[in-house]
């Protein structure tokens, strides 16, 4: 199989069985939602997480309603960040103030404050982090 820079050729590559589709395939509508630790008020649906998939990396969906918040806050991985719908304010420390919207994408290091506030639409953002989190 031929190696291209982190991407492999297709050709004998392996498919997904058992027990595993359940782990790969998942419905929105089948989340298990979850208050936010910081704000109850937003809602964070796991997708992907260490406990139930066995993997070192974590992808949620948020849903931020208007008027709500996420104060200023850290972690201790990466966190990319992928507005979905919606609008609002993002503040990331030493850089400032950004319109979160759907188009707009957050690259936020270890250990970056940041903070969300000022959301005039409902906000569904997709968050994928470096590692396991809450």
């Known amino acids: 199989m031929e190696k291209i820079i982190g991407w492999n050729i297709a050709f004998g590559a392996k498919g997904v069985k058992g027990k595993a589709k359940d782990h790969i395939y998942k419905l ?6 979850k208050p936010h630790p910081i704000n109850k008020n937003v809602d964070l649906g796991f997708i992907i997480t260490k406990k139930e998939d066995e993997v070192e990396v974590t992808c949620i969906i ?30 990331i420390e030493g850089l ?10 957050f690259n936020i290091p270890p250990g970056v ?8 639409e409902d906000l569904e953002i997709f968050d994928v982090f470096s590692g396991p989190i809450l």
């Open 28 to 33: 929105v509508e089948n989340i298990e939602w």
């Open 113 to 120: 404050v940041h903070k969300l506030y000022d959301v005039t």
């Open 96 to 105: 400032g103030e950004f319109e979160m919207k759907k188009g707009v994408i």
């Open 62 to 91: 948020a849903k931020v309603p208007k008027g709500e918040s996420i104060p200023e806050h850290n972690h201790e991985v990466q966190d990319i960040i992928v507005p979905l719908s919606g609008k609002g304010k993002f503040w």
